[in-house]
């Protein structure tokens, strides 16, 4: 395994915020793992690297939809259909997904089921997202930093709103559609 170089110092921690220097999981275009890097060095060079979806919704049917913050890099102020991120070095998909839901909305304890593991790709960035779900009915605590507000929105309310929705988020949303349905059959 190798380590990418991530000593890019005061640029990256200015590009990237207080996350900048986490080492994050490298992987091939096959999802194995290869090595590890800083969040900004793998952004800086578009490292293929995974991340965890976690679709979120009340016994109900109706998603908790976050609203990223303004300060975020990538689609600040856009609509996100789950909770989610970036798997760190050393991390297993499943420990990204809970830790990702407990720091986004304050969610702990909530079984979670694994949906499955897609690529997404939008040039010249490959993710290799693990996506899955939960009921949850409780309070949410948001993460300031990183979530503006929750939105409750029922799955037409949602796709309505695809121009407001970050473009991995819809295609995750829709890949979570098509096979939790086919999957229930």
């Given at each position: 395994?190798?380590?990418?170089?991530?000593?890019?110092?005061?640029?990256?921690?200015k590009?990237?915020?207080?996350?900048?220097?986490?080492?994050?999981?490298?992987?091939?275009?096959?999802?194995?793992?290869?090595?590890?890097?800083t969040?900004?060095?793998?952004?800086?060079?578009?490292?293929?690297?995974?991340?965890?979806?976690?679709?979120?919704?009340?016994?109900?049917?109706?998603?908790?939809?976050?609203?990223?913050?303004?300060?975020?890099?990538?689609c600040?102020g856009l609509?996100?259909?789950?909770?989610?991120?970036?798997?760190?070095?050393?991390?297993?998909?499943?420990e990204?997904?809970?830790?990702?839901?407990?720091?986004?909305?304050?969610?702990?304890?909530?079984?979670?089921?694994?949906?499955?593991?897609?690529?997404?790709?939008?040039?010249?960035?490959?993710?290799?997202?693990?996506?899955?779900?939960?009921?949850?009915?409780?309070?949410?605590?948001?993460?300031?930093?990183?979530?503006?507000?929750?939105l409750?929105?029922?799955?037409?309310?949602?796709?309505?709103?695809?121009?407001?929705?970050?473009p991995?988020?819809?295609?995750?949303?829709?890949?979570?559609?098509?096979?939790?349905?086919?999957?229930?059959?």
């Amino acid at each position: 395994m190798t380590t990418v170089p991530g000593d890019v110092g005061l640029l990256e921690a200015k590009l990237h915020g207080a996350s900048a220097g986490e080492q994050v999981v490298i992987v091939d275009a096959h999802n194995n793992v290869i090595g590890s890097s800083t969040r900004a060095v793998m952004k800086i060079f578009n490292l293929p690297h995974r991340a965890t979806y976690v679709v979120v919704r009340n016994s109900a049917g109706l998603y908790y939809v976050q609203r990223r913050s303004s300060t975020k890099d990538y689609c600040p102020g856009l609509l996100e259909p789950m909770a989610g991120g970036v798997v760190g070095f050393g991390e297993s998909y499943d420990e990204s997904a809970y830790r990702e839901l407990d720091e986004e909305m304050g969610i702990r304890n909530t079984p979670l089921t694994h949906i499955t593991t897609f690529s997404y790709s939008s040039p010249p960035m490959l993710v290799w997202r693990s996506l899955y779900d939960c009921v949850y009915d409780g309070p949410v605590t948001k993460q300031d930093e990183e979530v503006a507000e929750v939105l409750l929105l029922s799955e037409q309310q949602i796709l309505a709103r695809e121009h407001d929705i970050t473009p991995d988020g819809m295609f995750a949303f829709r890949t979570y559609l098509t096979t939790s349905r086919t999957t229930a059959k």
